[in-house]
């Protein structure tokens, strides 16, 4: 049986589909989807193949695009209204005039800015938020449930926004607990729930400091409140990208061991795994926070360890060596599933890039589309998506 492998691209400009068969040798890109909207986020729906895109703005409002059939057709779940909602409900008659409906009622209007995160646990899916709130829903994203006792967590009142705002931008669960649930927030860190999100602990400590339920609320004992994406293994196996390093966690998160020695670099946004071995990941080093936010030297590489972070590698072949300014944001890098996996990642020069042999050399798949925001994975029979 022949296999597909579809990229899910979130961009500035709407969400687009990049698809090759196994070989990953020639990639064709459809899009853009979702109306335009800029779209932080795509995944599908591994048992339904349903799409689901997740963004907004200022402007559009807040929502969830959803296509059943495999991206020829989307449906918006408006969740707040924007700027132009908010116009067209004051003048009806020009809305009338332009042939825009005026808009109906969005359940979370003045409460969330745009939807940044996407996963699903069980049959819930979960959508994060801007500002950092989780919502859920439970009829394939038709409505939306805040999730209280986050939004009330007792630390609330100490959550301080990233450059990008306060957002909740992580969402993993375990497959084969439902109820085990990571989201991280930025700049909050991260929270874990073992209940299925009747209660919250927040996990922050590095792993040679003192409990914070020891001793309070301390930065000086915490990873760094600005994760910046993270990802699970297996067990309770965890990475993150944190604004002040890369941090590994070998008991779900409740402490974090600092494995940044060897790279160029502290600063940086995502980080990947290996779907079939738990030791691999890959990061993109920027050269700092307020460097430029580029390749050190404005030399482009992916840097691998193959031991948990214990040692690092360059990976730069097929990469530009020179002159090269773009980011790699947060949720610009994925993995496929295949044996042999894939390894991609998007800039927000609108370049997709692509390393069939775990980094080693790298090529480019797509070129000029918007500022790419976010990248999944789908791997399936070729005659489904």
């Avoid at 969402?171 to 930025?186: F, G, M, Q, R, T």
């Avoid at 738990?278 to 404005?298: E, K, S």
């Avoid at 390894?343 to 589309?369: C, K, M, P, Q």
Wanted: net charge negative.
């Amino acid at each position: 049986m022949t296999t597909s492998v579809t990229l899910l691209v979130g961009t500035t400009k709407g969400a687009f589909l990049l698809s090759s068969d196994s070989t990953r040798e020639n990639w064709s890109v459809n899009g853009p989807h979702c109306g335009g909207w800029s779209i932080n986020h795509v995944i599908s729906d591994p048992q339904t193949g349903m799409l689901y895109a997740g963004g907004g703005s200022g402007w559009s409002g807040a929502g969830i695009w959803r296509s059943a059939d495999q991206g020829t057709t989307w449906e918006l779940s408006k969740l707040s209204w924007g700027g132009m909602d908010e116009w067209l409900d004051r003048d009806p008659d020009f809305a009338a005039e332009i042939g825009i409906p005026a808009p109906d009622p969005a359940p979370f209007t003045g409460e969330i800015e745009s939807v940044w995160s996407l996963g699903q646990a069980g049959g819930t899916l979960y959508a994060g938020t801007k500002p950092g709130n989780l919502l859920t829903s439970t009829d394939q994203g038709q409505s939306w449930q805040l999730v209280d006792t986050l939004a009330n967590h007792p630390t609330r009142a100490t959550w301080n926004p990233g450059a990008a705002g306060l957002v909740l931008h992580t969402i993993i669960s375990d497959p084969a607990a439902p109820n085990k649930l990571w989201v991280a927030i930025s700049a909050a860190g991260t929270f874990a729930t073992d209940d299925g999100g009747q209660s919250w602990e927040r996990r922050n400590r590095l792993s040679n400091a003192p409990s914070l339920h020891e001793h309070g609320h301390d930065h000086g004992a915490d990873t760094g409140l600005c994760v910046h994406n993270m990802v699970r293994a297996d067990g309770d196996l965890m990475y993150q990208q944190n604004h002040h390093g890369v941090f590994r966690s070998q008991d779900g998160g409740r402490s974090w061991q600092d494995i940044s020695d060897g790279l160029p670099s502290r600063f940086g946004f995502p980080i990947a795994l290996h779907p079939h071995d738990p030791q691999t990941i890959w990061t993109l080093p920027l050269n700092g926070d307020m460097a430029g936010r580029f390749p050190p030297d404005a030399s482009a590489a992916v840097w691998r360890s193959q031991d948990g972070g214990e040692s690092w590698s360059r990976m730069g072949n097929g990469l530009p060596q020179q002159n090269c300014f773009f980011t790699v944001l947060r949720q610009a890098m994925a993995t496929d599933t295949l044996a042999q996996p894939g390894v991609y990642f998007g800039t927000n020069s609108g370049s997709i890039f692509a390393s069939t042999d775990t980094g080693e050399n790298w090529r480019e798949i797509a070129r000029h589309l918007p500022t790419v925001l976010s990248v999944e994975t789908v791997t399936a029979a070729a005659s489904a998506l």
